[in-house]
């Protein structure tokens, strides 16, 4: 049997079981358990008030043993609490993955999802190599794996236009667009961003460019608001080229999940493809001495894709070296405490 060793502060024994309460190893679980109350959207059926488990098990077609075994957790979890025996009550944060109101419910499907979980076990490999681990993990990269897995993808989609569709509002109300007449949203899927521009600037027509899977995707944002007939729908590879006479280009949250070479390569097939006078809005998170959430995505970047957070310094001297124009930094009305940044780079 192995020895414990002594507490240095108190001299007693280690005690694993006392210091299993203080470090809950089963952390990790949690995405997961969100992620599954999530899928079987057991928040909307818990939205009226509290159900027994064996309701809940009709209400979504689920296993009412198991169900009841998985509820008992999510209390562990903050989900649900027990409301007497067998009987659950939503918390706030389980009233965050409801499907019939506004909810994070597609952000924690995605970012729980196998594409990116199963990536995640091969933290300590990144760590030694700096390499991402993708391909290692799933035998192909970020975005294939998406192209192969549609409804992960679509989750995954949902959970980009959820994100942006505020920073599609702040566009519109802190950026002049009366002037712009073809606007090119690159890897722009599902189109939150491109519709909100397009509704700022009537006059414009716009392209949505992205992998296949993810443009169709972005079908639904633009039928749902009337905005089609303003709209080409473009599938390809942005490291090849991206559409051409834009005047207009929108690249958001792209070289976050691009290492500096791919990103250079990006910013440089836009200012090829770009017309006389035309300028480039890029978008993203910015990196500060201040922790954030940021933090934590810079590292998800490096383990899905090699990409990295950046601050604006690292922003503006890609878009010098790739050849544009100094890049001006946009004042975003409503959104400055966010931890994002918008720099308008113009071609020279
Ligand atoms: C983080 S998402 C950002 C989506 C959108 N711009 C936004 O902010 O909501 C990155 C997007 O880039 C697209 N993408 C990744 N690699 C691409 C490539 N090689 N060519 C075209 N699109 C690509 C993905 O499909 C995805 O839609």
Redesign the pocket.
Known sequence: MESTSADTQTGRPFSPLQALAQLNPYVWSTGLFMRGFALIKAADHLADGPRTAAELAEATGTHAPSLARFLRACALHGLVTWVGKDRYELTELGQLVRSDVPSLRSFVIAVNGPGMTRVWEHLVDVLKTGEPASKQALGMDH?EW?EANPEEGRYY?EC??L??VE?AHVIAASYDLSQVTRIV??????G??LAGALKAAPQATGVL???PA?VRNAEKTFAEQGLTDRLELVS????TSVPEGGDLY?????L??LDDTSAATLLRNCLAAMAPGGRLLL?DWIYTDTPSFVHATDVEFMVLTGGRGRTLDEYRQLLVDAGFAPPERVQLRGFEMAPFIVLEAARP
């Open positions: 975005w998406y989609a980009n236009g994100l942006t920073a949203d690159v890897g722009g899927s599902p939150a961003l460019f992205d992998l993810a390809g590879d942005f490291m929108l690249v958001k949250n792209i976050c999940d978008l």
